[in-house]
């Protein structure tokens, strides 16, 4: 049994690499129907070239790093209430 | 007969005999309460019920457009629930969870304040032997602090329906207009159940410390009851687009860092509601059709994730984060179903949360509130960062941990695959969903640009995921506590109270230790002129000399009366 699950973290990063291949593909098909498909926005920016791609790109970086920030002033050790 | 008892109370009633039923019939018979109970629901519209009692008149069944989803989607939940702990022996659990969705269904078809608040009560009651299932002295305190909260939530309702009650006389269920201490307190009685910014902490502290049959149970009601509260009692509020737009944004930054994953979903549960308040406080038809809609699949993929999740602490003893990893070849299915209500709640196209979430963005677009339109897909990033990647990741695959387990039990297993069947089936097939909204809908979700706009969202969000588990720049998951708004009550409360007790306390005795040596010195002065007077025999106790006082001040009251 030690075979497979020492195996187990290369499987893993194989099943990263094709998520990420996948990702990308979508990606790419997206940047590609950009110059085809009107898209309706609730304002004129909205409409911009790529705009939810750079918002929801950006939004996630912001949340991630404001998640660090807070984990210095609110992370406390598991027993904290206890 | 039956179709006239209000939806709901047949499931409370049935509730009683569940301890003498043996188990597996048990699951049955709960199931069969539970389709009597829907079966009420074909009375239709209208007033049904109405009890006249102590010159009131309660209405307790009512039923509307509005009620009608609600009643539904709540019916399903408490037969996938039974059908998730189909394995479980413990009777009191099944009681407590049957009774509960009873309560919350009967709550639905209240149609006065007063009936409401029977309800509203009885749901805190029932649900809170979910929490003290767990056994733990840990789940035992949350289980306290969340009854704390629930039965205030309750008396404040009371309150207000007993001033609307002197002052109109008028305790029916339907809009207020925020305004006078009444409708501030139910409104703030609603608020609690629906975790309004910092009235949220038994939410997060207590739902994850339930069993993992529980937690699924509690995730369906309680909160959405408080939507359909909101919806009903009021609709078209502008505080709750601000009130909404703060719960979908901040509980993201801290289920970023949570360990405990059902905790994070518990963070994710309140960003959920977030988008429902915002849509009642927008309050047109489109608006309030979003709030239903969303209510109702968020019922689904929530309880689904919560699923998955309790089937992994059931597999596996544990859920934190820094514990899992690597599941996926071990629990395939569960894996499966998970990340189908990932994809659902982060409302991917063809899954049910995007046909639900189109119609609130769009409320919000026709009624030109801007900011909150951008709060919003703000929000629909975090969203996918911790219930649509961060759930499935941690959990299925992340890093090798190593755990040897198998599947859930075929129940669990069961209840999942339909509640994923759910929430692509809604997904693909919307207009099952928009025929028993409250409005008529006239609403197309997939035209090509708001799909493209979705997929470009999600997609290149996951794209910033993947760039910073690359740069190992995505923070770790650590054996942590993320301390919320439940830290008021639990440290500083008692950090400033406890001091501040001890100070009068000390104050107190000081002043108790003055007084006795006060009474002492003046029996030390009675006693020595008792034993030399200055004239006359010496008395023979202090009560003569007391009552030999008193005669004389009587005397000189009554000559001054006299006089």
Redesign the interface.
Known sequence: MSTPSSKSPSDLQRLGGIFTKALLGIAIVLFGLEFFIHRHGVVSAEESFMFPALYGFLAFLFIVQVGKWLRLMIMRKEDYYD | MISHMPPGLIMILAAFLLPVIPHVWRQIYMLGAIALSAYGLFLGAGTHLVWAVLGLDLILYQADALSLPFAIIFHLAAALNVIYSWHDRDWQQHCASLSYAGAAIAALHAGDLVSLFVWWEATAVTSVFLILASGTE?ARKAAMRYLLFQVTSGVLLLAGAAILASTSGDIRFTKMDLGDAATWLIFIAFGIKAAFPFLNGWLQDAYPEATPTGTVALSAFTTKLAIYALARGFPGTDILIWIGAAMTALP???A??ENDLRRVLAFSLNNQLGFMVVAVGIGTELALNGAVAHAFVHIIYKALLFMSMGAVLHQVGTIKASELG?L??KMPFTMVCCIIGAMSISAFPLFSGFVAKSLTMSA??DAGI?WA?FVL??AS??V??HSGIKIPYFAF????S?IETGEAPIGMRVAMGIAAFLCVGIGVFPSLLYSILPYAVDYHPYD???V???????????????V???LK???PE???????SDWFY??LAPMVGLPLLRMVMLVWSGLLQQMRGLVNAIWDKLDRIMHSPLAGPTVSGRAVLIQAGLLTLLLLIAYAAAG
């Open positions: 840990r993201v930054f801290f970023v860092i690597g996926y070849k919000l677009g801007i339109y897909l703000f990033a975090g996918l960062e695959f992340a890093h090798d190593k090509a640009g708001h493209t706009s979705q997929m470009q969202l999600l997609i290149f969000a996951m794209l910033a995921f993947v910073l588990v690359r720049l995505y923070p650590i054996p942590s506590v993320v301390l919320n639990r440290r």
